[in-house]
């Protein structure tokens, strides 16, 4: 056996050992973070998400508060979604994936023009060097919003990681507050450490009064979620993942420029 191999084996021996401590890590976190929730609704934001549905899980609730307090929120979301669901062609995903992002923003209540999708290729971002910074750039210099919402560089996943890093260049010499938003935390114990590593403590704001629409906005993603094909499981978005984003709070991370 190969060395990945015997990685690989060992590491999905762990799978049921790491999802519930990942869990009970990350609601401690939400549990003990500051609540900002009225002083939030009041600030303009850009939230980056590097897929389509990101901005969903990670911010729903946050956007809709802003939008009920007048401030102005604009989403970009980075990739084109080519890649999943992996029995599709990459043009039915593309075209698949804008259509769930802009039914759910709507729910949201974002207008489309307040939706911009852009064309990076998924599981690349990595590789989008200068280019993703100043799509990031460009993005902060048009709305000017007082707060940038963004996935973090502890993400277990390569595209919301590069994605994380584009801010801290992007908004050198900027009075913006970066924060960082976790997903894939949720799966990984490993991964809130170097979270909580990399930037402030945890601040939160309330669900409460928006929870049922974001779960209609999360609902819409239906090419995400975990399925079967061939009587194979195939993974994608299980019930269980999902729940940690239908709670009572959603996190951010400050993350200093």
């Known amino acids: 056996m190969t060395m990945s191999a015997a990685r690989r084996r060992l590491e999905l021996a762990l799978v049921p050992v790491k999802l519930p401590m990942a869990a009970r890590i990350g609601e401690s976190m939400s549990r003990r973070g500051t609540d900002v929730t009225a002083a939030n609704a009041r600030r303009s934001c850009v939230v980056l998400a590097p897929h389509p549905d990101d901005e969903t899980l990670g911010c729903g609730a946050t956007v809709m508060r802003k939008i009920d307090g007048g401030a102005g929120v604009q989403v970009i979301v980075i990739s084109d979604g080519a890649t999943w669901p ?14 769930e992002l802009r039914a759910s923003c709507r729910i949201l209540g974002l207008a489309d023009e307040a939706v911009t999708h852009l064309s990076f290729p998924e599981t690349r971002l990595d590789g989008a060097g200068d280019a993703l910074v100043d799509a990031v750039a460009d993005a902060v210099r048009s709305h000017a919003p007082d707060e940038v919402y963004v996935t973090s560089e502890a993400d277990p996943h390569s595209d919301h990681a590069a994605l994380a890093r584009a801010p801290k260049r992007a908004l050198t010499g900027r009075a913006v507050r970066l924060l960082a938003y976790p997903v894939w935390q949720w799966e990984r114990p490993r991964s809130w450490a170097r979270t909580v590593a990399a930037a402030s403590p945890a601040e939160t704001v309330s669900t409460v009064g928006y929870l049922e629409r974001k779960r209609q906005a999360v609902e819409v993603f239906s090419s995400q979620m975990s399925s079967a094909l061939g009587g194979e499981k195939i993974q994608g978005l299980t019930p269980g993942f999902l729940g940690h984003f239908l709670a009572e709070r959603e996190m951010f991370f400050p993350v200093a420029l």
């Open 86 to 99: 992996p029995w599709r062609t990459s043009e039915e995903n593309i075209a698949v994936r804008d259509a």
